[in-house]
């Protein structure tokens, strides 16, 4: 009768292929579906810190079934993707699992002030970049019947936003990036979803977390008063990775300490 209980978040079995999985919240996503059973590819655009994370993971999982592969690529070059992807093929087998989660934002300020080419980065890696791996991954996923997609937005891109207006563009053309998807490959059984984190402890925001005053004006007004950690993004994501999640898709999960609606 615990049957049912042990399998609803297993991956046993699965492949995930992780963008910016070398830290943050790509690389706690990682952690997670290998614990729950994954093989997961750990990538991004240095190849010995991608295989530090890789050596943590299958060091921990010694004796289980999930574990961890280095499979570094500039997400910017299509060439890089492909190659990411016909390596993961050649080493796993497949790829059942794709979780987009590289992203830049070169540029803080006034979308008056923004340079062109700021602006074409943030949309080439955020959006475009996406698009491409996407669409690498869904003709295994189209004749399997089976897939997930997940992208990482984030909640900037369900508001405006006076200083990271082009990041937040982005993410919200990331969701909507989701629900085409979704609707195009559903008959095919693939779903694909998003997750939009608030303020979550990585690198990425450490402009927004490291003084504890910014810390504090940007979280006090929020439901639980705090900064999320990376893990507590990783489990939206093995959900939506799992059965639990397989009649969920087109939906952006927001994991934001309800700093969204407030």
Same mark, same amino acid.
């Given at each position: 009768e615990d049957c049912m209980a042990s399998t609803l978040f297993n991956l046993t079995g699965k492949v995930a292929l992780i963008t910016g999985s070398s830290k943050g919240i790509g690389r706690a996503i990682a952690e997670e579906m290998a614990r729950h059973g994954a093989q997961v590819v750990i990538s991004s655009r240095k190849g010995d810190i991608c295989q530090e994370v890789a050596d943590a993971i299958n060091a921990e999982l010694a004796d289980e079934a999930g574990g961890a592969t280095a499979i570094p690529a500039h997400v910017?070059?299509?060439?890089?993707?492909?190659?990411?992807?016909?390596?993961?093929?050649?080493?796993?087998?497949?790829?059942?699992?794709?979780?987009?989660n590289a992203a830049v934002n070169p540029y803080y300020g006034s979308m008056q002030d923004l340079p062109d080419d700021a602006f074409d980065k943030i949309l080439d890696i955020n959006i475009k970049s996406n698009h491409w791996l996407v669409n690498l991954v869904l003709p295994e996923m189209i004749k399997r019947k089976d897939g997930s997609?997940?992208?990482?937005?984030?909640?900037?891109?369900?508001?405006? =936003? *006076?200083? %990271?207006?082009?990041?937040?563009?982005?993410? &919200?053309?990331?969701?909507?990036?989701?629900?085409?998807? /979704?609707?195009?490959?559903?008959?095919?059984?693939?779903?694909?979803?998003?997750? =939009? *984190?608030? %303020?979550?402890?990585?690198?990425?925001?450490? &402009?927004?977390?490291?003084?504890?005053?910014?810390?504090? /004006?940007?979280?006090?007004?929020?439901?639980?008063?705090?900064?999320?950690e990376p893990r507590e993004i990783a489990g939206a994501a093995v959900y939506l990775a799992s059965s639990a999640g397989s009649f969920t898709t087109g939906q952006n999960i927001v994991v934001d300490g309800g700093s969204t609606i407030t």
């Open positions: 910017g070059r299509k060439e890089d993707l492909q190659e990411l992807v016909d390596k993961t093929r050649a080493g796993l087998g497949k790829v059942d699992v794709l979780v987009c997609i997940i992208i990482v937005s984030s909640v900037g891109g369900m508001k405006g =936003s *006076p200083v %990271l207006g082009a990041y937040c563009i982005s993410k &919200a053309a990331d969701v909507q990036l989701v629900r085409n998807l /979704a609707v195009e490959y559903g008959t095919h059984n693939i779903r694909v979803n998003s997750i =939009s *984190p608030g %303020l979550v402890r990585t690198d990425f925001a450490r &402009a927004l977390w490291e003084n504890p005053d910014i810390l504090k /004006a940007r979280t006090e007004g929020d439901p639980l008063q705090r900064i999320g």
